[in-house]
């Protein structure tokens, strides 16, 4: 089956600094990635949507410029968290959808960001 | 629907009974929905799916319901097992949205022997 993969699949950093977490299809090509952010006991919601090629589409409220997205091939999408604050502390996951199955996506395990 | 809510409503089931788990939706737009199953530190796992000229669809141990008239989703697990136990989550998405899901609030299933 597809398969998605995330690094890290953790993080520690201190405030100010800045994280990039990567997310690749293993096995398939993916010219749409998403990104989603999770706090404990809540659902997970979408931040942005990456296009190879092109600009991310963020969702509302959420700032690009803190939340740097870029999708340079078919197979990874990365998401840059800059100057990372407590509150940025979460479980980041994206999920990639198949050029061949446009309808189904694939989620990564999560990467759990903790800023100090 | 929003995700709204510190906890997450909790299904407590015995071993070997069948679970349902519900979800509403609030876009009359959505045509496809799915249902993922979330480990603890782990991403979703695609379960089932069904699109919105379909009312029933059966899996393996699972069913998925669909009232576009109330707008309400169910999944039922058949002969629930310990492995159940984890966060289930109901996502919509409509055709015109380049595969957006939005997700629902999520239900902790906790399998009790």
């Known amino acids: 089956g597809a398969v998605v993969s995330q690094h890290p699949s953790w993080v520690i950093c201190k405030s100010g600094t800045s994280v990039k977490i990567e997310c690749r299809s293993l096995?398939?090509?993916?010219?749409?990635m998403f990104w989603y952010r999770q706090f404990p006991k809540q659902s997970l919601m979408l931040m942005a949507t990456s296009n190879e090629g092109s600009k991310a589409t963020y969702e509302q409220g959420v700032e690009k410029d803190k939340f740097l997205i870029n999708h340079a091939s078919l197979t990874l999408s990365t998401l840059t968290v800059t100057s990372a604050h407590p509150e940025d502390s979460s479980f980041y996951i994206c999920?990639?959808?198949?050029?061949?199955?446009?309808?189904?996506?694939?989620f990564g395990p999560g990467t759990r960001l903790l800023v100090l | 629907g929003e995700n709204v809510g510190l906890h997450l409503p909790t299904l407590s089931v015995q071993e070997g009974d069948n679970s349902i788990i519900n979800c509403a939706y609030s876009?009359?737009?959505?045509?496809?929905f799915i249902w993922y199953k979330q480990e603890s530190g782990k991403g979703p796992q695609f379960i089932i799916d069904i699109r919105s000229n379909m009312d029933k669809r059966q899996g393996q141990r699972v069913t998925v319901l669909l009232n576009k008239t109330v707008k309400h989703l169910s999944l039922q697990i058949a002969a629930t097992q310990p492995g159940d136990s984890a966060v289930y989550f109901c996502?919509?998405?409509?055709?015109?949205?380049?595969?957006?899901?939005?997700f629902g609030a999520g239900t902790q299933v906790v399998v009790t022997p």
């Open positions: 999920s990639a959808r198949d050029v061949r199955d446009q309808e189904t996506q694939y």
């Open positions: 876009n009359s737009a959505s045509d496809y």
């Open positions: 096995d398939f090509q993916a010219t749409t």
């Open positions: 996502a919509e998405s409509e055709t015109d949205s380049w595969g957006k899901l939005q």
